[in-house]
């Protein structure tokens, strides 16, 4: 039961375009979601996220957008920039009593200079 | 600031043998969790800590499989005896506070091959 789904594996965008990561989830009890960027031989670090009451959160080059009806959010990054390459996971969390993070199967971003 | 640290790097054993990996949260956290990372199932949460109690265990795959958190700040996952389907790599992550909401501070990882 793939609770958040990430349906491309990978993604080639040329430097200085925009970068748009997808994510569908099917649990209506996420109450946040988040993205994680992955480098290889390193462990996942935070990079953004996203209330479930929102629409969409910014921080400087990153933004995410939420549509709960759709069940969807999407990663943009703009400018893309060589360094961004990486695996993108997107996760949803639920502070209820599980207080769990599940995670997306991960898309790799390839920005080409 | 020293980050979750884990240990081994890189292990690699025969089937049948334990294994035991290992993982020092950041000071002052008091969640800790074990997550596990294939190609076929992607990051999976195995078992999580609170305040070095186990919370919840439903992750974890089999009786071969066990974690302790004998203090706050060192925790063990141990698989005997491991087989094949046990290489992947074991993350270690920790986070502070009740109100958290999913941000998790990760280690490097520990791979596993087991032969």
């Known amino acids: 039961d793939q609770q958040v789904k990430q349906n491309s594996p990978s993604l080639s965008v040329q430097e200085g375009r925009i970068s748009i990561l997808n994510c569908d989830y099917t649990n209506s009890m996420f109450d946040y979601f988040l993205w994680y960027k992955k480098y290889p031989a390193e462990g996942p670090t935070f990079l953004i996220s996203?209330?479930?009451?929102?629409d969409k959160n910014e921080d400087g080059r990153f933004t995410v957008f939420l549509n709960k009806s759709a069940k969807h959010l999407s990663l943009h990054i703009v400018p893309s920039q060589p360094g961004d390459s990486a695996v993108y996971f997107c996760?949803?969390?639920?502070?209820?009593?599980?207080?769990?993070?599940?995670f997306g199967s991960g898309t790799q971003l390839t920005v080409l200079p | 600031d020293a980050g979750v640290i884990q240990s081994p790097r890189h292990e690699v054993t025969e089937m049948g043998q334990e294994v035991t990996l290992r993982c020092k949260p950041i000071?002052?956290?008091?969640?800790l969790f074990w997550y596990r990372q294939t190609m076929m199932r992607g990051l999976e949460l195995l078992i999580y800590f609170n305040n070095n109690v186990p919370i919840d265990d439903s992750g974890m795959p089999e009786d071969r499989f066990s974690a302790k958190m004998p203090n706050a700040s060192f925790s063990t996952l141990k698989i005997q005896p491991s087989e094949p389907r046990d290489s992947a790599v074991y993350f270690c992550a920790s986070t502070k506070g009740q109100g958290h909401t999913g941000e998790l501070f990760f280690g490097e990882g520990s791979r596993l091959t087991v032969l």
């Open positions: 000071s002052g956290h008091d969640y």
């Open positions: 996760s949803g969390f639920s502070s209820g009593s599980a207080r769990q993070l599940t």
């Open positions: 996203i209330s479930s009451i929102k």
